[in-house]
């Protein structure tokens, strides 16, 4: 009986990393360089993960409509930091008056860009779930209760 038992456990931890499929969901990060695209937890580019969204139109659509406003956002946060930081650099190189109206130029461009950025990190991450959504997963689960040993295979 006790062999018979131990074997039953043995057969189900090792089948349950032989039947479990990996999860590799899609995820989406930001660092001080930009965005990360990761699968699973491994990084992967760009054009990989639109590749893997193309099995899901509403998600490749989501995705197209949001990256569509990475691109302008980058621009308006670089030229909007650029007229913020030539004022002050005038100002500390001791010019008398320096060119506030351009600072607040470059501060609305910042708003508008980060505005811009925001709309693609939430239509991504929208399509990154929906993708997720869609994929298939299986996996055994084994587990005690009060009353003994129980074991669970979910598809």
Do not use: H
């Not at 062999?3 to 349950?16: M, N, P, T």
């Not at 893997?52 to 980058?74: D, M, R």
């Not at 100002?91 to 980060?114: H, R």
Request: positive net charge.
């Amino acid at each position: 009986m006790c062999k018979s038992f131990f074997a039953i456990i043995l057969f189900v931890l090792f089948g349950q990393l032989g039947f479990a499929q990996s999860e590799k969901k899609l995820t989406l990060s930001k660092d001080f360089w930009g965005y990360k695209y990761l699968e699973g937890g491994n990084a992967i580019s760009k054009q990989q993960a639109m590749r893997l969204l193309e099995s899901n139109p509403e998600a490749i659509k989501l995705f197209k409509q949001g990256n569509s406003n990475l691109v302008p956002a980058v621009i308006l946060g670089f030229a909007g930091g650029f007229m913020i930081g030539w004022p002050i650099g005038e100002s500390l190189g001791g010019k008398k008056d320096p060119q506030w109206g351009l600072a607040a130029g470059g501060l609305a461009l910042v708003i508008v860009g980060g505005v811009l950025e925001k709309s693609f990190q939430k239509k991504a991450n929208q399509a990154f779930d929906l993708y997720n959504q869609g994929m298939v997963t299986s996996y055994w689960k084994v587990g005690t209760n009060g009353t003994g040993i129980s074991i669970t295979y979910t598809f």
